[in-house]
């Protein structure tokens, strides 16, 4: 008769991969947001958020497979009654963490604010800030050094919010300066930081 120990065990059950939920606002650094989910997406689960103005610089035919791209108009294009999933909300529920890079200097300006007005911003408004959210800033030198810029920084600071701080270089408009988006893969490696080793 087997004992207890040589009976089959069931297989320990897997721990669930990290649950990342990207996000890109108004700036030409959204060019490079495909290469953010698609770094992110090495080593956790992910899905994405786009502003409307995010989409001007999104080639949504060469999105990662396997990550969703969801804009303002899936907001409420499934909510028909009382009862139905909100989706910011959900998102808020799904995500183990938030990213938001590139973080425009109007949406900077927006979440400081407490306005939401968009999908981005509700779930920003929405999050349960014991969960971390992480934002890249992008924009132009002279944008990044107005007065406004460090007190929106410092209000979404109170937040709980991390920076990720831009870099200098030579901007998109030509011109030479902090306020660059850091690269993908360092935003990829410091949001990775969050969750300790892994073998994934």
Request: aromatic share 8%.
């Amino acid at each position: 008769m087997a004992t207890q120990d040589q009976l089959p065990q069931p297989a320990a059950s897997q721990p669930r991969r990290p649950r990342v939920l990207a996000a890109a606002s108004g700036s030409v650094a959204a060019i490079k947001f495909e290469s953010l989910c698609r770094g992110l997406a090495e080593w956790a689960d992910v899905r994405a958020v786009a502003t409307g103005a995010a989409l001007h610089f999104i080639d949504r035919a060469s999105f990662p497979s396997g990550v969703a791209l969801l804009t303002d108009d899936d907001e409420w294009s499934t909510w028909r009654r009382v009862g139905d999933e909100v989706l910011h909300i959900e998102l808020r529920k799904w995500a183990d963490a938030m990213v938001i890079a590139p973080l425009s200097a109007n949406t900077l300006a927006k979440i400081a604010g407490g306005l939401c007005d968009n999908l981005l911003t509700c779930v920003v408004r929405a999050w349960d800030y014991s969960k971390p959210v992480y934002v890249a800033p992008a924009m132009n030198t002279f944008m990044w050094d107005n007065p406004f810029t460090r007190r929106h920084l410092d209000a979404v600071g109170e937040l709980g919010m991390s920076l990720i701080p831009p870099v200098t270089k030579r901007l998109a408009c030509g011109d030479y300066g902090n306020g660059a988006m850091a690269e993908p893969f360092e935003i990829c490696r410091i949001v990775r930081l969050f969750f300790g080793p892994q073998d994934l």
